[in-house]
């Protein structure tokens, strides 16, 4: 074994190896949401939720640590998660990109956790902080669903670096 725990003579994955491989696995677009000590809203687009279990009801989200807002998530005792539809690409872009308030002019509301949620998404999702834990260069925050409203509608996808709705 090589000190990083892989068989002698197995070559490392690289990041572009990595990238390659994760983006051929389609999934759906999120903006996880939270406010800071003081008020303020945060949010990015996060592709890596997941269901975690039934009893209770937990998911998860994955957030790099160069995440500008990752100490409000991290100081948090609640987060939202916005699923969005098809239609909304837009707003996946606006919470994708570094830099700047991205709720600024942004229609959003406080749901029953204080969390900020957004209008018109799929589901929107409170989560009470059950576990968070590092791992490689990403937090992962287990929450426990409090509280959520879920519409009718087709998702959001991306794949392949490419936006897309469901083929019917």
Request: include cysteine; aromatic fraction near 8%; proline fraction near 5%.
């Amino acid at each position: 074994m090589s000190s990083e725990g892989r068989p002698a003579g197995e070559a490392p994955v690289t990041s572009e190896e990595f990238r390659r491989a994760c983006g051929r696995f389609a999934t759906g677009v999120t903006i996880a949401s939270v406010l800071d000590a003081d008020g303020a809203p945060h949010g990015l687009t996060v592709s890596s939720f997941a269901s975690v279990s039934l009893d209770p009801p937990l998911i998860l989200i994955c957030l790099g640590h160069a995440v500008t807002c990752i100490d409000a998530f991290r100081s948090s005792r609640h987060f939202g998660i916005n699923v969005l539809g098809e239609g909304q690409r837009e707003l996946s872009d606006r919470f994708a990109r570094k830099g700047g308030d991205r709720f600024d002019g942004l229609e959003w509301y406080r749901g029953e956790s204080g969390v900020p949620l957004l209008p018109g998404v799929l589901a929107a999702i409170e989560c009470r902080l059950h576990q968070r834990f590092t791992s490689g260069d990403h937090d992962i925050f287990v929450g426990e669903m409090i509280h959520v409203r879920a519409v009718e509608g087709s998702p959001l996808i991306h794949f392949l670096g490419r936006y897309g709705g469901l083929a019917e």
